[in-house]
């Protein structure tokens, strides 16, 4: 079994473990000790995005030499299936469809049960707006933004990267990813400490997202959604959204759904509008939700298949 194949199904099977010592959290407080020691408030903003630049070479290159290093010490079992198992696990550390899919699914399950308050709650977990005045149709845009959205970041760009050059490359998208989402944000402390972070993020984001989009399209036509729609959000909508990448999941599963996102959010009870995607032929509701986890598996599966069938095309084998 390949071990992209292999990560894919401990992560169905399993789901991402609340730990320590996951990678993950280990590389978040890597960062933040980094960040501890190189920022500095006094600092120029020429210095401030020079030391931010530092934090991200130092912490992409420990994400990446330190997985190396546990494969090489892998090798050392010389057992194929040591090795496969233990490239997967790390793999599967890097994605995360189960756990979006499970967060979706809890916040459908309080929307169906007429617990909006919970529903509310939850989605707090996700998402960074205020969601204490949400209604039904605004919780349930939330959830299907999010999952669009992490469809990129949480499953197909570490993959992309992992067959790009293996296991080290998907765990330096990862740290990549979570500096981002540490101190990627354009407020007074980070607007030039993160600037790199949030620019490397975009970049490395860049053509899986225009993957992803041509992949749901597929998908919605594998499920019977409107394909014709997702294609036409797509190229209609896509760079509406404030991220480079971002809207290239957003409004095709939009168009795919048949509703429309984005619109009116607060943060911290200050309004902020986003364009909306979209046409809303349907009006939100919680069923929208298991629809767009179907749309992210079906979306994984055919990037594995498609990757797979190229790596056994060039003749390196199916990784």
């Not at 050059?165 to 030039?192: C, E, F, Q």
């Not at 993957?211 to 959000?233: E, K, N, P, Q, S």
């Amino acid at each position: 079994m390949s071990t992209a194949i292999a990560a894919f199904l401990i992560d169905c099977l399993i789901g991402d473990p609340r730990s320590g010592l996951h990678p993950v959290v280990l590389i978040g407080k890597w960062i933040a000790l980094l960040e501890k020691w190189l920022y500095r408030p006094e600092d120029s903003d020429r210095r401030k995005f020079l030391s931010g630049l530092l934090l991200m070479v130092i912490v992409l290159a420990t994400a990446y030499e330190v997985t190396e290093t546990i494969l090489f010490l892998a090798l050392f079992s010389g057992n194929s299936y040591v090795i496969i198992a233990v490239s997967a696990l790390l793999l599967s550390f890097t994605i995360a469809p189960r756990n979006l899919a499970e967060a979706g699914l809890e916040i459908r399950r309080y929307l169906l049960s007429g617990d909006l308050g919970q529903a509310r709650f939850k989605v707090g977990w996700i998402v960074g707006r205020d969601t204490d005045k949400l209604t039904v149709g605004e919780v349930t845009r939330a959830t299907v933004e999010t999952i669009s959205e992490n469809i990129v970041d949480g499953v197909i760009s570490p993959l992309f990267f992992f067959y790009l050059g293996g296991v080290p490359l998907a765990m330096a998208y990862r740290a990549a990813n979570t500096m981002d989402s540490m101190i990627g944000y354009k407020n007074d402390k980070y607007l030039y400490f993160g600037r790199a972070a949030a620019l490397a993020d975009d970049a490395w984001n860049y053509i899986p997202a225009r993957l992803t989009g041509l992949l749901l399209v597929i998908a919605a036509f594998l499920l019977r959604m409107d394909w014709r729609a997702a294609w036409r959000m797509m190229w209609r909508d896509a760079k509406k959204h404030p991220s480079p990448n971002g809207g290239y999941t957003e409004a095709t599963v939009a168009g795919a759904l048949g509703i429309r996102l984005g619109g009116l959010n607060y943060y911290f009870g200050q309004p902020s509008f986003r364009t909306c995607m979209g046409d809303a032929v349907h009006e939100l509701e919680p069923e929208h939700i298991s629809q767009s986890i179907w749309l992210m598996y079906t979306v994984t599966v055919l990037f594995l298949c498609l990757a797979s069938a190229i790596c056994w095309r060039l003749g390196g084998g199916i990784p």
